[in-house]
């Protein structure tokens, strides 16, 4: 057996973000982090092409990110192995593009492809949990049940870090401000400096925020009767000053009367009131796109053919995989039914899918709800068939249980990672998250008899939540599936998509 340490420090782990290229070796701690845009000069008299820039640029912007900072040469990359983790709700073909680019034209000699949710358990240390992945633009969250990321509870939402930068904004300089010269301006978003600037005023104004709350908090931290009338004079007290120096001349200005509340108000609006602060166009979520609508070309035996192919045999007569026999006439017009459709589940059925949520606490719990009643709804199937042919006392276990249970175990268990919850604002989301997601499990309880029980949520974070699925991609390694899902060049050029299909270890 190959020894594990020689084997990490031939192994490269990639997690293409919205924001960062997080990219470095099995054996590194952390990882060296990227800007995730490809940038080139302008050339005159020359019409900019968007898709052949994009296709010669991403090869040579991952080659660089691997030389200059892995220190790998590209003419080694043969040797070494790439641990692709993607996201929670992706688009096949950008998977296969990534992966044809990992192996075909940056030459690495294996390839193997995960979700970062189901990273984020390993990296925690946890089979079953809710993770909540918030990132630049967009907040995903799936639940992972005994290592597998169901597609029913995948969704993502249009809300992330740089609407938070957004509110802060509208709440400080709702008006923008008077630079030297007397004019009244506001920040651009398309100068990168305004936006450092402005992160920077937001940075310093939460550190202000939370070293003010614990001065108070640490004077009265023994009553809580003083803790109470603390808190309340906090919020009516007067409001302290913060003075920022741009790094432009002619943007100096002094933010005065900034108070705790309007800080604290604009890293929770935006997760709060998704309908507020994202354009109408842009509020709706996304999930998972189902397999049977979006078969591959290179996969001829995926969901799609294998389900057309099925109802034709049924309809000509013949015999197929699964049935030896010709059926009478009257049987196959009630054997014509298309193969993914799915039985009715005896448990609680699976709610509609909306198409937008008000706030971030809403998706939780409905992502949550979806895989206990997915859970629970496959065990009761299965408790059904086994205990058909016994006695009518025998006890079986029923799908309401099951359901109960998973759900308080994905309450217990709701790990916040991304990089929108980097620093203090990790604390802030936390706290009420926690206190939302209460609120919301007092009002779902449907007996009346345990409506006094208050439900256990706690929420689970990394100390460097941003790296937190690429840290659990290294133990990856310690597994003893992974020498069989390797995909080695031959194997993609071969099969294509159905090699992701038959060794990727979440459903494609």
Known sequence: MRNQSTLAENVVIIEPGSFHLRIGRAVEILPKRFPHCIARKPKPNVPPCVEPIIN?????????????????????????????VI??????????YLVHLLLNRLKFGRVFVHQASVCATYGIGLPTACVINIGEQKTSVSCVEDGVAHTETRIILPVGRSDVLRVFHSLVLPNGFCNKEGCIVDLKYEHLSDVEDLRTLMENSVQCTISLLCQQNEKNKLDEEIQSKANESLLNSDCYNITLQWTHKQNQYDVSSLHPSTV??????????ISSCVPPKEIYCTYQVPSLQSSEPDDPFDDMYISLTARER???????????TILPNNEQLETEIDVTEQVAPVGNPLPQKPNSFESLPEAVWWSI????????????????????????????????????????????????????????????????????????AREKQAAPTVSSHI?????????????????????LLTSDLMNDLWITPVEWNKFGSRALREKAPFPW
């Open 87 to 96: 996201n929670d709700v992706y688009k096949r073909n950008e998977i296969r």
């Open 455 to 475: 439900p256990t949520v706690e929420i689970i974070h990394h100390s460097e939540p941003g790296d937190l699925s690429w840290s659990g991609a290294r133990l």
């Open 264 to 273: 604290l108000l604009s890293h929770i609006l935006p997760f709060a009131c």
């Open 314 to 324: 049924r309809k000509r007569g013949l015999p197929n995989e699964h049935q030896s």
């Open 56 to 84: 010669r640029q991403k090869a040579a912007c991952d080659s660089s990110s691997l030389q200059e900072s892995v220190g790998i040469a590209r003419s080694n990359l043969s040797n070494y192995r790439a641990i692709l």
């Open 369 to 440: 709800s979806q895989c206990a009643n997915l859970i629970g709804s496959q065990v009761g199937s299965e408790v059904i068939v086994q205990t058909s042919g016994l006695a009518p006392g025998k006890p079986s276990q029923s799908s309401s249980s099951v359901s109960d249970e998973l759900r308080r175990r994905l309450l217990g268990c709701i790990i916040l990672t991304g990089g929108g919850v980097a620093g203090v604002n990790n604390q802030i989301m936390e706290r009420w998250l926690t206190e939302q997601l209460i609120v919301i």
